[in-house]
């Protein structure tokens, strides 16, 4: 019953494909201080988090401590490397649709945290304030208002 179980839980969890188009994508260990520890642990403990909405304190123990997998969201959100690894993954997914591609998101189903309630007054120290500049959206395919053309 116990496999069961594990087997459930794991479900979600990076597959074996998965994580060989995700190795060459990832950051290299950092030559100073000790070897990070398993990145395939920690994104599957960020995809756990990300998917169920809770506290990073109560990640399930399988995933290593919970601070280092904070810790390595946190940097690869400051400095990039999320947005890097989507990019490279989405690289060459469009071009079936061509022009004609289009991104649709349900706003629907964001929710903010009950602690979201307040926000800093000042950036973080340790994010590069150009990273958190407000991005240029493109123009959008057809004109609001009523003209037609």
């Known amino acids: 019953m116990a496999a069961v179980d594990e087997d459930r839980l794991k479900?979600?969890?990076?597959?074996?494909?998965?994580?060989?188009?995700?190795?060459?994508?990832?950051?290299?260990?950092?030559r100073q201080g000790h070897r990070w520890h398993d990145h395939?642990?920690?994104i599957d403990g960020v995809f756990f988090r990300?998917?169920?909405?809770?506290?990073?304190?109560?990640?399930?123990?399988?995933?290593?401590?919970w601070k280092t997998v904070y810790n390595r969201h946190r940097r690869w959100s400051g400095d990039g490397t999320w947005e890097m690894i989507?990019?490279?993954?989405?690289?060459?997914?469009?071009?079936?649709?061509?022009?004609d591609w289009t991104v649709a998101v349900d706003a629907t189903v964001v929710r903010a945290h009950q602690h979201a309630a307040g926000a800093r007054r000042r950036p973080?120290?340790?994010?590069?304030?150009?990273r958190l500049a407000p991005a240029a959206l493109s123009v959008?395919?057809?004109?609001?208002?009523g003209t037609a053309e």
């Open 124 to 130: 973080p120290a340790d994010v590069d304030p150009a």
């Open 86 to 99: 989507l990019g490279r993954l989405r690289a060459g997914c469009d071009r079936a649709e061509g022009r």
């Open 140 to 145: 959008p395919a057809r004109p609001r208002g």
């Open 40 to 42: 395939r642990l920690v």
């Open 11 to 30: 479900r979600h969890d990076l597959t074996d494909d998965e994580w060989v188009r995700l190795v060459p994508l990832l950051p290299g260990h950092p």
């Open 50 to 65: 990300t998917r169920t909405g809770c506290p990073w304190r109560d990640l399930p123990e399988r995933f290593g401590v």
